[in-house]
């Protein structure tokens, strides 16, 4: 790709502003509350609060561009996912966070996955590394919510729309997902003769089994939020419009069992340990597969791309590949 390295769209722009005393003071400053901190936070592609009462944060994606994980998207989820490490370093023993949500501010679209012009881009130019460095990042973002940022927080995936690909993965990759009834999901790589590698067949493989993994990665399809919830991969599926409500109300029953459901989480982490050294290992094999694609599959990803920027999740879902 032209113009600005790869590496540079992932430049760290995360600042949290304080405000200077008027006059200098023997006293320590006031600690600044975390939903404050939060709100002071800002991002090209992200929006963010922190609701102290619940003490939940939440996370609406809205990319620029296509509605996949743009670079942009990408360095902020980084940025954000650094600034809650941090948050609750300083808050110590004192949970500030007990539940993560993360959304789409995008209308019938969760995400649609990898930036499909910078795969062409790269692979038509042989640029490995720049292929590399952005799957990293993707892998980087998936493991950090995967292991819920090494705190007792429960992260919740609310998918209102379309989650294909990275989107799905970025789904899958919560402990609880919660979706409205006309949401999508899939992994169409392999009709362009690829597979979803920034973690599907890690954590479909350890929420279902290898064979109904590989099945689902092989097939292509597209399945239902109600397909999904008959394998166990989504807790509720509710009515369109209804999800911001049950992910509230779901916040409000878990808050009573939080300790037991935090505890739980982190059970299944230790038993089934999902190691970014695992993630990084398989997105290299993306990588080196990404680079053996054919120019008819380009072609293919080409339309897909297209679909996916006329931002229609209809026409991404059921493009036509042949």
């Known amino acids: 790709m032209s113009g600005t390295p790869l590496a540079a769209r992932f430049d760290d722009r995360h600042l949290i502003g304080h405000a200077r005393p008027a006059r200098p003071s023997l006293a320590p400053p006031a600690p600044v509350p975390a939903h404050l901190q939060v709100a002071a936070e800002r991002y090209d592609e992200l929006e963010v609060s922190l609701d102290p009462q619940t003490r939940t944060y939440w996370c609406s994606m809205a990319p620029k561009g296509a509605p996949s994980f743009t670079p942009g998207l990408l360095r902020d989820l980084a940025a954000m996912q650094r600034s809650i490490r941090q948050l609750c370093t300083r808050a110590g023993s004192e949970e ?59 992260t919740i995936a609310l998918v209102q729309g379309d989650a294909l690909g990275g989107g799905f993965e970025a789904a899958l990759s919560c402990d609880v997902m919660i979706a409205e009834r006309s949401a999508k999901f899939g992994f169409p790589e392999i009709l362009f003769n690829l597979f979803p590698g920034m973690g599907a067949y890690s954590l479909l493989s350890r929420r279902l089994d290898g064979a109904r993994a590989e099945k689902m990665i092989l097939s292509g399809r597209i399945y239902t939020a109600d397909e999904l919830d008959s394998m166990g991969l989504v807790e509720q599926v509710v009515e369109d419009g209804k999800g911001q409500q049950a992910v509230r109300e779901y916040i409000s029953r878990a808050s009573r069992r939080h300790n037991g459901q935090s505890t739980l989480s982190a059970a299944r982490r230790l038993v089934q340990p999902l190691r970014l050294e695992e993630l990084r290992a398989v997105t290299e094999l993306w990588v080196d597969a990404a680079l053996r694609v054919r120019e008819v599959d380009l072609r293919k990803m080409g339309r897909l791309k297209a679909a996916q920027g006329r931002r229609s999740p209809a026409s991404a879902a059921d493009a036509s590949l042949a």
Do not use: K
């Open 96 to 154: 500030v966070i007990r539940h993560f949500v993360v959304q789409s501010r995008l209308n019938g679209i969760f995400n649609l996955g990898g930036d499909l012009e910078l795969f062409a881009d790269a692979i038509r130019r042989r640029d490995r590394e720049g292929l590399l460095r952005y799957a990293l990042a993707c892998v980087g973002v998936v493991h950090e919510n995967a292991v819920s940022y090494d705190q007792r927080i429960v």
